[in-house]
């Protein structure tokens, strides 16, 4: 175990895209050595799905390997389009996860924020939550994530949890970073834009909570362990504004979700 650990460490240390200045030397041991767990994660996760263990794919771009890799995987679904670059894989997660993940966000939840505002207090209404990726349970599903996809944990964000009451939604947005917003160089001045989202429905709301892709024609409704996975990205790299969504408003009960994204360069 201490030469795979001491291999995953120099992995990253010597990856062409991730530079470590002296002074943070302890700083990214620390956070080498917690990406060493959540690997050994990965690899408990895949035996007992009786998975192998393939190959990490980078950060998103090129994407044709994500692609291959989430369609190797049995009840993925492709949404047919031109457009945009969707999957839905029911059932992913199991109703005690999905339970376990509800507890967390009620515990640490928040008034959700936006970037680059545009006066309208009601654009965005939903409670926001970051879960810690050293909880066990949290490493579990960033463990079956990276099994699905392929993306490099070393680029994710941590996983946030949403909760939506009635009335509450999150009108129609992108995922990513406009280059032109004013908070662009504050959110993605170290690593860079955002690649690929994952998003998890944890439980059924009575009424509402669907998502919605207006330029497919799209809604997909909640259902407990349902995965969404998209590109935020054309084939070719650029930003898609084809996944522009839409978190619908709840009209009875209360929706509770966690996204995972992906970073052009390493998280930090």
Known sequence: MRRARASIINRIAFHPTVAVPTHGMLRFCVNALRWCRHWRTVERAGKSDGMSILPLLGSGHPSEPIVDRILS???VQRVPSPKLTLFINRAFLSPDLCEGLVERIDAVRRPSTLSDPNGDAS???SETGDLAGTDPLVAEVEARITGLTGLDPVFGEPIQGQRYAVGQEFKGHTDYFEPTGIDFDRYCGVAGNRTWTVMIYLNEPEA?????????DKIVQPEVGKLLAWNNRRPDGTLN???LHQGMKVRSGTKYVITKWFRERPWR
């Open 208 to 216: 509402g909570g669907a998502t919605r892709f207006k330029s497919i």
């Open 123 to 125: 654009y965005r209404t």
């Open 241 to 243: 504004p084809a996944t």
């Open 73 to 75: 995987h049995p009840g």
